[in-house]
């Protein structure tokens, strides 16, 4: 199960690290920030640079989420655990739709980063995408700027509504044909 820490914006990655030094070599916590490939151009040069996607809070998968909390609050710049209900320690974990949609777009198999997804631009602004994560998301497609090369994906997180960019590459532009 996955469950959303709120931390302070720009110490991510050491907010991480003080978690997995605090939680030593236990088994069954993977904590990380998901990232996205992004392509940018630097003196006419166009290079792929990596992005945080959610500045501020980092993500965390276990099936121990008292003993996660313990741990967070002896760990420095954390703000709070989303999901936890009042004073209680019954903390609520991402719904199954949105789990998927961490797997998805945020896989363990590319280290948490998006990769960029190939698409095929047709009549009337219409995506096809070729492959990447976005393939099978079409119908959850909020905002396509070609100009940027990223499409924005829509998904609920915390019982809101979330949007993620993910960037793209044009392969075919049939607009132009």
């Not at 121990?64 to 936890?84: A, I």
């Not at 949105?98 to 280290?111: F, V």
């Not at 090369?149 to 019982?159: A, E, H, K, L, P």
């Amino acid at each position: 199960m996955y469950y959303v820490v709120q931390v302070k914006t720009g110490d991510e990655e050491k907010t991480i690290e003080a978690i997995k030094r605090q939680l030593g070599n236990k088994k069954g916590f993977d904590v990380f920030a998901p990232y996205r490939k992004v392509l940018r151009k630097y003196r006419g040069v166009q290079r792929e640079v990596i992005q945080r996607c959610f500045p501020g809070y980092i993500f965390v998968e276990t099936d121990q989420p008292k003993e996660l909390f313990f741990t967070l609050f002896f760990t420095p710049k954390y703000t709070k655990m989303l999901g936890r209900e009042g004073l209680t320690y019954k903390f609520v974990p991402l719904n199954k739709d949105e789990a998927r949609m961490i797997d998805i777009l945020y896989s363990k198999n590319s280290n948490r980063v998006t990769e960029i997804s190939n698409i095929e631009v047709e009549v009337g602004q219409k995506i096809k995408v070729l492959d990447g994560p976005l393939s099978g998301l079409e119908t959850q497609i909020k905002k396509v700027n070609l100009h940027k090369r990223t499409v924005t994906v829509s998904f609920m997180m915390c019982g809101r509504l979330v949007d993620a960019d993910v960037s793209i590459n044009i392969i075919t532009d049939i607009i132009n044909k």
